[in-house]
């Protein structure tokens, strides 16, 4: 009877119905009060979580890779280099055969050369071995005119690119030469190229290529 009494006592009831309902309006008030505390726990979590935000560590982008860059054309100066020296033999093969085309492939066969081109002073085509002609005679006749002009030379090699010339005169018209050949023409081979470069144009000077 003692905890019964206490309890009468605590709660202020005099009877069971008004102990039993004090009890539960009490039980109810401790079961709102935890929520209240838990609700408050979880704000303070989430506006603690917003007021440090996660470092994001950002992976660097690759690079596109660069196309590999054309070595510039060189300048007069830099493309005068000495013709290869020492005794260079020579096949003795005619290079006038039944057309153009063929003279040309004869050519280039006879001083092993990977191309060779014949323009003409204004950088047109007249004929051709190369892949690129067009390119080869506009580039090359107008770097042939310019190192023309800074010396006079039967030849020059420019070395950046693997590329003799030379020029020929067939009657009032002049010829220029643009052989390609890693290492450049002993002077012997530019005199006798040069010949029969000279025979090609003065057979075909009037031919379509």
């Known amino acids: 009877m003692d ?3 206490g ?3 605590f709660f202020g009831a005099s009877d069971p119905a008004t102990l039993l309902l004090d009890f539960l309006v009490a039980a109810v ?6 929520y209240l505390a838990l609700e408050l726990y979880r704000i303070y979590r989430e506006y ?3 007021e440090v935000p996660a470092t994001v560590k950002e992976t660097p982008k690759p690079e596109a890779a660069k196309p590999a860059a ?6 007069p100066m ?7 020296s020492g005794k260079v033999e020579i096949p003795a093969i005619d290079v006038v055969k039944g057309s153009l085309s063929e003279s040309m ?12 081109t014949l323009a003409s002073r204004d950088g047109l085509v007249i004929a051709s071995t190369s892949k690129t002609p ?3 005679a506009a580039v090359y006749s107008g770097l042939f005119q310019e190192l023309y002009n800074v010396k006079q030379e039967p030849y020059y090699y420019v070395e950046a690119r693997g590329v003799g010339l030379y020029s020929v005169e067939s009657g009032a018209q002049k010829v220029i030469g643009i052989a390609g050949r890693k290492g450049g023409l002993a002077p012997e081979e530019v005199r006798a190229i040069r010949e029969d470069t000279k025979k090609v144009v003065d057979r075909f000077a009037s031919s379509p290529r």
């Open 3 to 5: 905890i019964a009494d």
């Open 7 to 9: 309890l009468y006592g």
């Open 29 to 34: 008030l401790a079961v709102s009060i935890a």
């Open 48 to 50: 603690a979580r917003k």
């Open 70 to 75: 054309k070595p510039p054309m060189p300048g």
């Open 78 to 84: 830099e493309a005068m280099k000495t013709p290869v």
């Open 105 to 116: 492939v004869t050519l280039t066969q006879k001083y092993r050369l990977n191309s060779l």
């Open 134 to 136: 067009d390119q080869d």
